[in-house]
């Protein structure tokens, strides 16, 4: 099987790529603007997989390198949801332009699968555990909002040019190799300010987090088992973690495990931001696939890989 990752060097995508190498071919389309050669090295070295340095928004390009593609894997986009806050035109490109982009050049090229990073930001801001038909409340963040109209092109593009096409929406995505993230920010901002840890919120905000090695092998598993030509599918554990949680292990894992931990209060940590979120993994279950790792679990493994990462030897306990 020869595949195609847009957005293949990033955190995600580099988990991917290796399990897709072991397919067949891979070419790798990045930018590296978040991204790294570093983290596909094995990949490259070995000859399964190309790296085409290059952007998504353009349209010719996509269409350059899915001609031939047997799988298309579409990773790209905004990786910090704050980050629209700054630049409300980011997601528009990053997100909704790219997935067009992608579409469009499979419909020229007649690339006949579609794999989607989507996420359980399109169900807003819903307390309740959200199945993949709960999309009554629209979402709150222009992230969300770029995900959840990638969705629907996705969804006529399939209808319109027989694309068979997979979604799976995640929970919080960690691990090693992360590149964004409140585990990374919290380390980051210890070595900044080490007697102080400043979070945002009150601390209460809690979601689902997932080990990026459970989200690669979920998009492959949806993929190879989906009945249905548009499949969507919820990719989470069904439980949550805190931030409160998430900034305690932190500074226990950091070099500085006197420092204090400051929450800037109230209930959220930026506008856009969904304080707590639970997602029903049932569907994926019932084709037969369950995640290893718990919420906490999960959170766990990363701080300890992040925290190698960033302090190296200096990493605490």
Known sequence: MRSLV??????????LVELLAQRGPVTVLDDLSVGRRDFIRGPLESGQAELVVGTALDLDLVARLTAGADLVVHLAANPEARWGLEDTRRDLDQGT???YNVLEAMRRTKAPALVFSSSGTVYGENPEPCGELDLGLLPISLYGASKLASEA????????FGLRATICRFGNVVGPRGTHGAALD????????????????????AKPYLHVTDCAAGLLFAFDNQKEKLGIYNLAPPDTTSVRSIAERCVAASPYPNAKIRYTGGD??????????RMKPDKLAALGFRVRHTSDDAVDLAI?????????DRAGG
Do not use: N
């Not at 847009?6 to 988990?15: E, K, L, N, T, Y």
């Not at 300890?304 to 190296?312: P, Q, S």
């Open 304 to 312: 300890r890989a992040l925290a190698r990462e960033v302090f190296g």
């Open 6 to 15: 847009v957005g293949g060097a990033g955190f995600i995508g580099s988990h």
């Open 268 to 277: 959220r940590g930026w506008p856009g931001d969904v304080p707590r979120s």
């Open 153 to 160: 092109m996705i969804s006529a593009f399939s209808e319109c």
């Open 186 to 205: 919290f380390f980051r901002k210890l070595e900044k300010t080490p007697a102080e840890l400043e979070v945002l919120g009150d601390g209460s905000q």
């Open 97 to 99: 332009i790219t997935t």
